[in-house]
Antibody, heavy 120, light 107 residues
Framework: EIQLQESGPGLVKPSQSLSLTCSVT?????????WSWIRKFPGNKMEWMGY???????NYNPSLKIRISITRDTSKNQFFLQLNSVTTEDTATYYC?????????????WGQGVMVTVSS | DIQMTQSPASLSASLGETVTIECRAS??????LAWYQQKPGNSPQLLIY???SLADGVPSRFSGSGSGTQYSLKINSLQSEDVASYFC?????????FGGGTKLELK
């Protein structure tokens, strides 16, 4: 069974960096899928943040491009989100999810999500 | 970015009723549209992909339709377990974008 699990601090101070980990079990992240970060804001707006592909290339939402970095550790079957210079506007529930690598596919597996609050 | 306008934002319906949720894209997305269900405290679950294809394990009372810029999700014979939030997502153009969501409650 494929499972994705987010982890990371639930509280981050403004201007600092937010760092999250997505641990994947039941599927190898180097095989045929793109691995995304998505966030859901209070009030329910959802935003796709970016992905790292099975080959290690990245694609970011232009709205975040100067602040975001998605990397991976293939030996641990994990991928990571780093979001720099956070503000209270980055308070959200963060999800990792996968989609087929062709770029025209939905998210078929999601993690449970981790709530992150940006506050001093 | 492609804007996805979803309506209604909230919906109250009775058991056994048929409900429809709409999603309008700001440009043609060529049926590259998914619908998700999210129950409180849970992660989103894929219901429909490619506008009208049922995801694995999804009950047949769910159906999707539409083309171009207009899409809809229909739930026939509403069940209590269908109480959830629903949202659409386009994957035709980067950045992928979502509708604002519809909260479905029982009347």
């Amino acid at each position: 069974e494929i499972q994705l699990q987010e982890s990371g601090p639930g509280l981050v101070k403004p201007s600092q960096s937010l760092s999250l980990t997505c641990s994947v079990t039941g599927y190898t992240i180097t095989s045929g899928y793109d691995w995304s970060w998505i966030r859901k804001f209070p009030g329910n707006k959802m935003e796709w943040m970016g992905y790292i592909s099975n080959s290690g290339s990245t694609n970011y939402n232009p709205s975040l491009k100067i602040r975001i970095s998605i990397t991976r550790d293939t030996s641990k079957n994990q991928f990571f989100l780093q979001l720099n210079s956070v503000t209270t506007e980055d308070t959200a529930t963060y999800y990792c999810a996968r989609s087929y690598y062709d770029g025209y596919s939905p998210f078929d597996y999601w993690g449970q999500g981790v709530m992150v609050t940006v506050s001093s | 970015d492609i804007q996805m306008t979803q309506s209604p934002a909230s919906l109250s319906a009775s058991l056994g009723e048929t409900v429809t949720i709409e999603c309008r894209a700001s440009e043609d997305i060529y049926s590259n549209l998914a619908w998700y269900q999210q129950k409180p405290g849970n992660s989103p679950q894929l219901l429909i992909y490619d506008a009208n294809s049922l995801a694995d394990g999804v009950p047949s009372r769910f159906s999707g339709s539409g083309s171009g810029t207009q899409y809809s999700l229909k739930i026939n014979s509403l069940q209590s377990e269908d109480v959830a939030s629903y949202f659409c997502q386009q994957y035709n153009n980067y950045p992928w974008t979502f509708g604002g969501g519809t909260k479905l409650e029982l009347k």
